[in-house]
């Protein structure tokens, strides 16, 4: 969903879905597969919640990697990664990089850093990734000038 100008309207949320897909059902499958396997065997009480407790473990790896995802609003930008959150003001954001053989969007941040955004990745969707980094481009581009910045918040 876009305005006349090509600008996406906010918020919006990017995240790698079909990766995402494939992590929780390969997690969820895996996990019911070991429960059910460690049920069927004649294992003692230990060793049945020690199969249990290793799916879960592996369910929960695949859940934290599927967390990714950058949110673009009013007052700024939030990148979720694996372990962190971040939230980023308009103007904190300078350039938004997806250059080829890169795993994920980049974030030039005006304190001379830059920031992986995993939530944009085109390792499955690849064409998903580049409209994806293309929109958050362009919100950045309109957020960070003046005009755009003044015109949106009358809105």
């Known amino acids: ?41 004649q294992l003692g009480g230990g060793e049945r919640a020690s199969f249990i407790f290793t799916a879960a473990l592996f369910l929960g790896v695949l859940v934290l990697l599927s967390r990714p995802r950058v949110t673009a609003d009013e007052r700024g930008v939030t990148v979720v990664n694996l372990t962190t959150k971040r939230h980023l003001e308009w103007a904190q954001v300078l350039a938004v990089r997806l250059r080829p053989g890169d795993p994920w969007v980049s974030l030039d941040l005006s304190d001379g850093t830059s920031l992986p955004a995993m939530g944009i990745q085109p390792g499955i969707a690849k064409r998903q990734a580049l409209a994806d980094a293309r929109a958050l481009r362009t919100l950045v581009e309109h957020r960070s000038t003046p005009q755009g910045a003044a015109g949106s918040a009358g809105k």
């Open 1 to 41: 969903m876009t305005d006349s100008s090509g600008v996406p309207a906010l918020p919006v949320t990017f995240r790698p879905t079909r990766t995402r897909a494939v992590l929780l059902t390969a997690g969820l499958a895996a996990f019911v597969v070991i429960t059910v396997v460690s049920l069927m065997l």
